[in-house]
């Protein structure tokens, strides 16, 4: 279980995740996975952004909804198998 100061500093994505949320995640703790996938949100976002034009012509980049939930799940499905020897 992670106490409040593991989940606060988890807000700065320069930061490294804390041994024991890897671990945690890995053994399937639902809020240390969590944990990891708020830590790489704003990469996922970043990989998952596609340009789309409106019905006028004008170009924007919005989050493919799809992309981001494929990434978020290969993470999970990564962390699930990942093993600490």
């Known amino acids: 279980m992670m106490d409040q100061n593991q ?9 490294l995740l ?3 949320i890897i671990a945690e995640a ?5 809020e240390a996975i969590n944990a990891v996938l708020k830590h790489y949100e704003p ?3 970043k990989l998952s952004l596609r ?5 006028f012509g004008a170009s924007q980049m919005v989050v493919d909804d799809y992309t981001r ?5 290969k993470l999970i499905t ?8």
């Open 51 to 55: 340009l789309v034009q409106d019905d």
């Open 43 to 45: 990469y996922i976002n």
């Open 7 to 15: 989940l606060i500093s988890l807000n700065s994505v320069n930061e």
């Open 69 to 73: 939930r494929r990434l978020e799940t």
């Open 78 to 85: 990564a962390i699930l198998r990942f093993e600490l020897t």
């Open 18 to 20: 804390p041994f024991s």
């Open 26 to 30: 890995s053994k399937g703790e639902v």
